[in-house]
């Protein structure tokens, strides 16, 4: 049954921690990306991984790190330098851009909650 | 002005009436378009995926998209309550640039 995970569902995460979102796929996806949904705008990029041991920042980087070390891994860690890291995160995935669209496939979603 | 601009409604429609849910954009290299439907607390799901102007069909759900006046829309005929939720377009010049996705129009289907 091939997918994307994301884990957990629910995070929730005191003031000055560092928390790391998991996402996984078995779509034999090249590519990875992480967004972030708020109420009312949309979803965000944060950051992107066309290729293992490689990813690029988004739009909205700052506080966030990845690493892609695993084509069907790409952890998210939302450290404390995140001013207002409650959100709705979301992982999805694409094939290579040379073969086409960018057309995305969503995980479930983590939503994290700070404390 | 953002480059995709989708209304957030809420939208409140009758169960059996047809809904139309627009997008506009200015960037005229976008020309992949793709409709995504999310429920409350769940990911996005991919609906259409539609190349350059033109229509597509899949069962009860419709894209059009109208590359001259920079102009995508999805359709949904006979709704059914399970269709409510928030839809979001998306689109894409193809190469290596980002997916810009819409803000998302929320959809209730009345029984």
């Known amino acids: 049954d091939g997918g994307i995970t994301q884990s957990p569902k629910y995070l929730f995460r005191k003031e000055g921690q560092n928390v790391t979102l998991s996402c996984e796929q078995n779509?034999?996806?090249?590519?990875m990306y992480w967004y972030r949904q708020d109420p009312g705008q949309g979803l965000r990029l944060i950051y992107y991984?066309?290729?293992?041991?490689?990813?690029q920042k988004g739009d909205i980087a700052e506080g966030y790190s990845v690493s892609r070390e695993k084509k069907e891994s790409f952890p998210l860690t939302v450290t404390s330098a995140q001013k207002n890291p409650t959100a709705f995160y979301l992982c999805?995935?694409?094939?290579?851009?040379?073969?086409?669209?960018?057309?995305?496939?969503f995980g479930p979603g983590t939503r994290l909650t700070v404390l | 002005q953002k480059e995709v601009e989708q209304d957030p409604g809420p939208l409140s429609v009758p169960e059996g009436a047809i809904v139309s849910l627009n997008c506009t954009y200015s960037?005229?290299?976008?020309?992949?378009f793709m409709w995504y439907r999310q429920y409350s607390r769940k990911g996005p799901e991919l609906l259409m995926y539609?190349?350059?102007?033109g229509n597509k069909e899949d069962g009860r759900f419709t894209a059009q998209v109208d590359k001259s006046s920079k102009y995508i829309s999805l359709f949904i005929r006979d709704s059914q309550p399970s269709d409510s939720a928030t839809y979001l377009c998306?689109?894409?010049?193809?190469?290596?640039?980002?997916?810009?996705f819409g803000i998302g129009t929320k959809l209730q289907v009345i029984p």
């Open positions: 960037n005229s290299a976008f020309q992949y």
């Open positions: 998306a689109m894409d010049s193809g190469g290596y640039q980002k997916v810009t």
């Open positions: 539609t190349y350059s102007s």
């Open positions: 999805a995935s694409s094939f290579d851009r040379a073969s086409g669209t960018d057309t995305q496939y």
């Open positions: 779509l034999n996806h090249d590519a």
């Open positions: 991984s066309q290729i293992v041991n490689d990813f």
